[in-house]
């Protein structure tokens, strides 16, 4: 049963009982069988867009891409499993084998890499580039994320920037303020870093595990390590500031 105008498909079981579309291209088997509220959208790929609901002038391809997704206009999901059930993630790109899966409310948002965003929730206006870049990433919004495993299972932290393998991952506010302005770049950079804004940790494990050191620079292999409540601190160099107090 067919309720759209001007279809476009091809493939077995492709817009099978496609609803309440107009303008839709469905490619590969089961390609936005069952979906509905998508004008404009282009399924490419098996299963693409499978139930895709209310996600208009969107383009999915690749295996499952876009599959369950739900609500996410002018958004790009090309990939198997990219994207497969995300929600509400409007004006997004989403690249890569199972980016994007789960991802939900990330508009504006650039996500590349095999699992880059996989869950992320809450992080508008950011860049997740990288093989599980950003995964889990929660409430972290003008964000550019690179590297592998670079801020997955961050939360709460905005206007920062995560560069390296697991820079930033873990990071996270404090007592519910937001963690803000900071750089981690290196290796480890920044891992299970708290509450500390306007700070920069460049450098092999710089920063690492740091809490509640705002306006500071950390600059060296391990410099600033657990350092704790050392505001407005100045770490530059091979272990400085590490464990540092008060």
Known sequence: ?????????????????????????AIGTNAGAHSSGCNNAVFVGGNAG??????EESTMVGNKAGHAVTGCDYSTMIGSWAGL????????NIIGRQA???ATENNYTN?????????????????????AAGTGMADCN??????????SQASGVSYSIFLGYQAGQGAKSFDGINHSYANMIGYQAGVGTTGTNHTNMIGYWAGYQSMSCDQSEMMGSNAGRYALDCDGSQM???YAGNQASG
Request: aromatic content about 14%; hydrophobic content about 35%; charged content about 15%.
């Open 142 to 151: 003008y964000v550019d994320v690179m590297g592998y495993q670079a801020g």
């Open 236 to 238: 530059i160099g091979a």
């Open 85 to 92: 059930e995300a929600l509400y993630c409007n004006n997004t």
């Open 1 to 25: 049963g067919l309720s759209s105008r001007y279809l476009t498909a091809a493939g077995n079981g492709a817009a099978y009982s496609i609803a309440d579309q107009e303008m839709v291209v």
């Open 111 to 131: 996500i590349i890499g095999y699992k880059a965003g996989y869950d992320s929730i809450g992080c508008d206006y950011a860049n997740m580039i990288g093989y």
């Open 100 to 102: 994007g899966n789960g």
């Open 50 to 55: 499978y139930t895709a609901k209310e996600s």
